[in-house]
């Protein structure tokens, strides 16, 4: 009894740990793709395009978009809403925000190629980043609840297609708040580029097989074959 009650212990440490490490170095991932200047995922193409017409830090705009996203999920389903939610919530923009200064610093000039590397390394930080936060099943970022209780309450719809139209409507949206706010083809590029083509197409398959290969093993504590 007292092995189960340990192994059980060990288990919620070890979800906790992988949540907020999986958060936090999504919102590292998110900062190197900005830094590689070619596309973001499409909620971020929506917050790029707010912070174009919204003039504050990227932070604070991420956390007040959030909020109301929240009020959403409280609304209509709350059980969606776990530590990793509130970590996404307080601490992903203003990780995002830091790791694009730093990197701005550290690179001030970036050729094609060394654009191209981070854009790489981005999208597989974010989906091994992603595996660890969905598999410890801590909660879910507020944009993910939307899909999943807009999917939930209409049986006939399935996730897939809601999680389609809600990223469509995101890049559509954060577009033309960019060209609003007189976006040449470069900035716009910059935030509607290959890299959400990227991760429209790409990013389900990695981040299932970080799951199998190696988020769930760690939870399980057994070895990959």
Same mark, same amino acid.
């Given at each position: ?7 059980? $212990?060990?288990?919620? @440490? ?19 793709? @900005? +830094? ?29 978009? /959030? ?10 389903? +709350?059980? @969606? ?19 694009? @200064? ?52 209409? /049986? ?54 970080? /799951?199998? +290969?190696?988020? +769930? ?5 057994? $070895?990959?074959?």
């Amino acid at each position: 009894m007292r092995s189960d009650q340990t192994e059980t $212990k060990n288990n919620w @440490k070890k979800r906790v740990g992988m949540s907020a490490l999986g958060v936090l170095i999504c919102g590292i991932s998110v900062g190197m793709f @900005k +830094r590689a200047a070619l596309g973001v995922d499409p909620f971020q193409t929506l917050m790029s395009g707010l912070n174009a017409v919204i003039p504050i830090g990227f932070g604070v705009l991420y956390v007040g978009a /959030n909020i109301l996203l929240l009020s959403f999920a409280f609304i209509f389903d +709350r059980h @969606k809403i776990g530590l990793a939610t509130l970590i996404n919530l307080f601490l992903f923009g203003f990780v995002t925000e830091y790791t694009l @200064k730093f990197l701005e610093g550290l690179f001030p000039e970036l050729n094609m190629a060394g654009r191209l590397v981070f854009l790489l390394l981005a999208v597989v930080i974010m989906c091994l980043a992603s595996s660890f936060y969905f598999t410890a099943d801590m909660g879910v970022s507020t944009y993910d609840a939307i899909s999943l209780i807009i999917s939930e309450r209409q /049986n006939r719809v399935p996730f897939r297609y809601c999680r389609i139209i809600s990223d469509f409507l995101c890049v559509f949206a954060g577009t033309l708040l960019c060209l609003f706010a007189g976006y040449g083809l470069e900035e716009v590029v910059a935030v509607t580029g290959i890299g959400t083509i990227i991760t429209a197409f790409f990013m389900g398959p990695l981040i299932e097989f970080f /799951n199998i +290969r190696i988020a +769930r093993p760690f939870l399980e504590g057994r $070895k990959t074959q």
